[in-house]
């Protein structure tokens, strides 16, 4: 007499091996996605320098810019004046 709710407790060598299969494929997954991250993490970093440098450098030539300007408008305004 059986009835239809029993459980086998046997464990196959194919139910292991799988078992063992997709814990080594979940570490393997997650360790490359870590380095993954990392790697992103380090182009994401010079990407900022990158960008602070350009930011600089922009601003710097602003500066120059203005200066130039400014030159420009004192010698419109003197010889504005010099008339």
């Known amino acids: 007499m059986s009835n239809g709710n029993q459980i086998n407790r ?8 799988a078992t ?5 494929g979940g570490f393997a997954f997650i360790y490359d996605l870590r380095e993954g991250v990392a790697i992103q993490a380090f ?4 990407v900022e320098d990158r ?7 922009t601003d710097d030539q602003f500066g120059e810019i203005m ?7 004192e010698k419109l305004d003197s010889m504005i004046i010099e008339d």
């Not at 046997?10 to 091996?17: E, R």
């Open 67 to 73: 200066d130039h300007l400014i030159r420009l408008e």
């Open 10 to 17: 046997s464990l196959s060598v194919g139910h292991i091996v």
């Open 51 to 57: 960008l602070e440098r350009v930011v600089q450098r």
């Open 20 to 24: 063992v299969g997709l814990i080594v």
């Open 43 to 46: 182009q994401l970093d010079s």
